[in-house]
């Protein structure tokens, strides 16, 4: 077989994306805006998104930041032990919800005010189910004494199976998978359910956060896992299934906030997405099945319309810059100064 070094895809979406808020957001919008048309804008503000008021102003300010392109935020709300039927009434009539996310408290950045009991948002979830909302779950479980490798398959066994038998119409989706145990389970699922998959957890495995030494810009929720969970989650994601989609993680954080005794959870990706993506796909001769993946398989699962327009990679090397700006701090992109083998024109 020849080698393929140009791909046209109809424009893709990220299914799953933080973009923060303020100066921070006016820094990390255009980079979104130029590689996806939509995204599923994450709620995990510091005051989290958990009203439909609080989404329309949360979307404003996203599209003033986008003001010179056609790029649509999706908009989600956050889960609390509060959230009511009354609250996904609200989330409807605005027209503009497309999804409520489940953060079990303490998971990850901003999870605090999350679900402490999942039995505390069943009324929220019956009102969803019965109006089609999709319910996105951050899948870990965060009890002190699972180990971390473990979070994600202990969520599905003691929290995601039996929701899938109470709520057996409800849309989920499974953020951010990281194990062959969650690839397993989605595949042999109900359609209901379905799963994004993250650039990184295709591209790196755990040895990423300690090539060297501690690499604070590899560490992410869910972390890096074993390199057979590598092999899963690219099986799945070139697999062809609609259960399976694209969805960044990209996560900013400032330098300083990485770089430190604590660092924070989350990689940025938003800036070269599509390339690292199609290397990846490309390292597993599977080029064919990236415009599935990244624009139609999501776009069916949320029962939106394809975009319009598309995009062109070419298999080109080029150099991730060191830094970004994120407002006034500065942002380590994922591979900072180190290189790229896909470029988007
Ligand atoms: C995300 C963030 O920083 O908001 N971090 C991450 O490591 N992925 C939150 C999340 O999705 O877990
Ligand atoms: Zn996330």
Redesign the pocket.
């Given at each position: 077989m020849s080698q393929i070094d140009s791909i046209i895809l109809t424009r893709p979406d990220d299914m799953h994306l933080?973009v923060r808020e303020g100066v921070a957001l006016k820094s990390v919008i255009p980079d979104t805006a130029r590689q996806f048309a939509r995204a599923i804008i994450?709620p995990?503000l510091t005051n989290p998104v958990s009203t439909a008021k609080m989404a329309q102003e949360y979307r404003d300010e996203i599209l003033s930041a986008a003001a010179d392109t056609d790029f649509e935020p999706l908009m989600t709300l956050y889960l609390t032990d509060n959230t009511s039927a009354e609250t996904i009434k609200e989330a409807v009539a605005s027209g503009i919800i497309k999804a409520l996310k489940l953060y079990p408290a303490g998971?990850?950045?901003?999870s605090d005010k999350g679900v402490t009991q999942i039995k505390n948002i069943y009324p929220a979830l019956e009102a969803m189910q019965k109006n089609d909302l999709p319910l996105l779950v951050?899948g870990e479980v965060t009890a002190p004494e699972i180990d971390i490798f473990d979070r994600e398959k202990v969520f599905v066994e003691t929290v995601l199976i039996p929701l899938m038998v109470d709520f057996p119409e409800l849309k989920i989706v499974l953020?951010?998978i990281t194990t062959a145990d969650a690839v397993d389970y989605v595949s042999s699922a109900p359609a209901t359910l379905a799963a994004t998959i993250t650039a990184h957890h295709l591209l790196m495995n755990r040895n990423a956060i300690f090539q060297g030494g501690i690499r604070p810009h590899h560490y992410?929720?869910p972390i890096l896992k074993r390199e057979t969970h590598r092999q899963a989650l690219i099986k799945a994601a070139t697999s062809g299934s609609p259960r399976f989609f694209l969805g960044t993680?990209s996560?900013p954080?400032a330098q300083n906030t990485k770089e430190s005794a604590c660092g924070?959870?989350?990689?940025y990706t938003a800036y070269h997405a599509m390339e690292l993506y199609a290397e990846a796909f490309d390292k597993a001769n599977a080029l064919d099945m990236l415009e599935g993946f990244a624009s139609d398989h999501g776009a069916e699962f949320y029962g939106l319309p394809y975009n319009k327009g598309s995009i062109n990679l070419q298999r080109k090397r080029w150099q991730v810059p060191d830094t970004l700006a994120l407002g006034d701090e500065k942002l380590i992109p994922l591979r900072a100064g180190e290189y790229c083998e896909w470029q988007l024109l």
């Open positions: 933080h994450m995990n998971a990850t950045t901003n951050h953020e951010h992410c929720l993680d996560a954080h924070c959870a989350g990689m």
